[in-house]
């Protein structure tokens, strides 16, 4: 189940998929975590989604905006950058080739 997912690969691939679902709409903290349970991945404390998303701002990939809320207070919305979209497409790009690795591996080892 995706919820298994080792703690250790999903702190290696979590900032990318941020950088995607931020890439298709800007999200606020806690719809960034709702979205992340809406694709499965339930397991994700908050605690790991707000630091995080603290470092991707210091780095440049993600800017956030206080906006107004249609419900209660104002909220940090966080958008995608140019940095960020090239992280994104780095991402997707290493992501495929270690897919594709992976894949071939897996076959190898269903084929004994």
Do not use: C
Not at 16 to 44: F, H, S, T
């Amino acid at each position: 189940m995706i919820q298994d997912i080792s703690s250790q690969i999903l702190k290696g691939i979590l900032q990318g998929i941020m950088l995607l679902i931020l890439d298709q709409q800007p999200e606020y903290g806690y719809g960034l975590g709702r979205k992340l349970n809406d694709y499965g991945l339930v397991a994700i404390p908050k605690g790991t989604i707000y630091p995080l998303l603290t470092t991707m701002e210091k780095r440049g990939l993600i800017e956030g905006r206080i906006q107004p809320s249609p419900a209660g207070p104002d909220r940090k919305y966080y958008f995608i950058t140019a940095a960020g979209i090239t992280a994104k497409n780095e991402f997707t790009n290493e992501w495929r080739q270690l897919e594709n690795i992976v894949n071939k591996l897996l076959d190898k080892e269903s084929k004994k």
